[in-house]
């Protein structure tokens, strides 16, 4: 079984910034992806970045140059650096990882979620 787990989610000032961090654990042989998405309840779930295959990493337009998606392989944690935040950026942030577990087959899962509150 494979857990994510997301912490750094607080309640900032516009312009402020804070970093987030998603920590997998449990069976995993490799992690083959992993990305950040926001949500806000009644809405569509967002992508807001992605590492993608060719190593680099895909931001959402509304995020370029303030967000940064940064990973610790060692520890099998991702983090987003959130800069000059605003209070459209209020959302609930999930991490999401595709995984190669131990057994042999790949599985998909989802953080709990954690809160990021913009005030204006």
């Known amino acids: 079984q494979v857990q994510l787990v997301e912490s750094g989610g607080a309640l900032v000032q516009a312009g402020g910034s804070l970093r987030l961090s998603c920590a997998a654990s449990?069976?995993?042989?490799?992690?083959?992806?992993m990305a950040w998405h926001r949500q806000v309840p009644g809405n569509e779930r967002e992508l807001v970045a992605r590492?993608?295959?060719?190593?680099?990493?895909m931001y959402a337009d509304s995020v370029k140059g303030r967000f940064t998606m940064s990973r610790d392989n060692a520890a099998n944690t991702v983090y987003l650096q959130m800069n000059s935040l605003k209070p459209d950026d209020t959302d609930v942030y999930y991490c999401?990882?595709?995984?190669?577990?131990?057994?042999?087959?790949?599985?998909?899962?989802w953080g709990q979620g954690t809160q990021v509150t913009v005030s204006s």
């Open positions: 999401y990882a595709i995984v190669m577990v131990a057994a042999g087959y790949e599985a998909s899962c």
């Open positions: 449990g069976s995993i042989r490799t992690i083959d992806a």
């Open positions: 590492f993608t295959s060719g190593g680099s990493t």
